[in-house]
């Protein structure tokens, strides 16, 4: 079992950076692939980027590539998503996500956090 709970979300405006943070609960986190997703009004949720137990291998959506970076720090129990040159299309609802698997298919992460929300202005 792992509790997941998001934050650094904000209003920002479109070129500026913000890092996100994904704080975890539980022994057994460096156990776990981490994955951050985002959802924005009327549209499903997708994947962004992904990390598995110690870093070794990453994954980012195109749209992320280039400009996130997902990181993790076991000691601390936290994953952290670094976003420049934010866009608008970038305003969602971001989550952050633990499974058994590196995935960007949001069934395969089984523990969900609440979610932070990004707002970028034009």
């Known amino acids: 079992q792992v509790q997941l709970v998001e934050s650094g979300g904000e209003l920002v405006q479109a070129g500026g950076s913000l890092r996100l943070s994904c704080a975890a609960s539980g022994r057994t986190f460096a156990s776990y692939c981490m994955g951050w997703f985002r959802q924005a009004p009327g549209e499903e949720r997708e994947f962004v980027a992904g990390?598995?137990?110690?870093?070794?291998?990453?994954m980012y959506a195109e749209s992320a590539k280039g400009r996130f970076t997902i990181s993790r720090d076991n000691a601390k129990n936290t994953v952290y998503l670094q976003m420049n040159n934010l866009k608008p299309d970038d305003t969602a609802v971001y989550y952050c996500a633990a499974g058994s698997d590196l995935s960007s298919v949001k069934g395969r992460y089984g523990y969900w956090g609440q979610g932070t929300q990004v707002t970028v202005s034009s």
């Open positions: 990390i598995t137990w110690n870093g070794g291998r990453i």
